[in-house]
């Protein structure tokens, strides 16, 4: 069974958001709706969300809600399985819906390779465990990823199959191993910078998406560490 996926892009971070649905029941599941977040003013919209809702509500779709690891459920006439997908993140959550799958921030393109394993909870041993329980699915299966950040002008790029990862996915592609495979993670997350929203983007996580309870005053607050982690 194939579900109607539609993908919405997020250039300020390269995040990717996905509506699928059951075509005959039209019963659907939204993944990964993010903030805008205006740096400038700290300030903090739903442009985002509001855009996956008005296509909600144009497709008349009936949205079910979030599951539990291991379930397996039916979206309309389409079976779902949760997977756990540790690694990048220790909350890493992969959703394989009939035909397709959605592997979050385990997968890049297979270009790009795979995703970091240096954030809290973060760890090679597991995002190698989790991306070999995705690479064993069927072949076929089209494999839907959690950001993509393409040149200026070019059109972000979000699903690839298990088979064309294992043929050329630099990071994991048939023939790496596992220790070769977390001494190339470990090499290149030597390298990288923090990104510039991970600290809001943590406690937001942390509330399950939403924004940390109202103080005193009747705002709500995002707290700053000051000189906690490397500047690199």
């Given at each position: 069974m194939s579900p109607i996926i539609r993908a919405f892009f997020g250039s300020p971070t390269g995040s990717l958001q996905y509506v699928f649905?059951?075509?005959a029941k039209r019963t659907a599941t939204i993944l990964d709706p993010v903030w805008n977040i205006?740096?400038?003013?700290?300030?903090?919209?739903?442009?985002?969300?509001?855009?996956?809702?008005?296509?909600?509500?144009?497709?008349?779709?009936?949205?079910?809600?979030?599951?539990?690891?291991?379930?397996?459920f039916?979206?309309?006439?389409?079976?779902?399985?949760?997977?756990f997908s540790p690694g990048h993140k220790l909350a890493a959550t992969t959703y394989v819906v009939g035909d397709a799958a959605f592997v979050h921030d385990?997968?890049?393109?297979?270009?790009?390779?795979?995703?970091?394993a240096d954030f809290p909870g973060g760890s090679a041993k597991d995002l190698w465990n989790s991306l070999r329980a995705i690479l064993d699915l069927s072949s076929d299966t089209r494999l839907y990823i959690g950001h993509d950040y393409p040149d200026s002008?070019?059109?972000?790029?979000?699903?690839?199959t298990v088979a064309e990862h294992r043929l050329r996915n630099r990071h994991?592609?048939?023939?790496?191993?596992k220790a070769?495979?977390?001494?190339t993670r470990a090499a290149r997350d030597a390298t990288l910078t923090l990104p510039e929203r991970m600290l809001a983007a943590l406690q937001v996580n942390i509330w399950g998406g939403r924004l940390p309870?109202?103080?005193?005053?009747?705002?709500?607050y995002l707290k700053i560490p000051v000189g906690k982690f490397d500047p690199r």
């Open positions: 649905h059951c075509a205006h740096r400038e003013a700290e300030a903090i919209t739903t442009q985002a969300s509001d855009e996956i809702l008005a296509y909600v509500a144009t497709e008349n779709l009936k949205v079910l809600g979030v599951f539990s690891e291991d379930e397996e039916m979206l309309g006439e389409i079976p779902v399985c949760v997977m385990t997968l890049m393109m297979p270009e790009s390779g795979t995703s970091r002008g070019a059109a972000p790029e979000y699903m690839a994991v592609k048939d023939g790496i191993g070769e495979f977390i001494a309870e109202p103080e005193a005053d009747g705002h709500s």
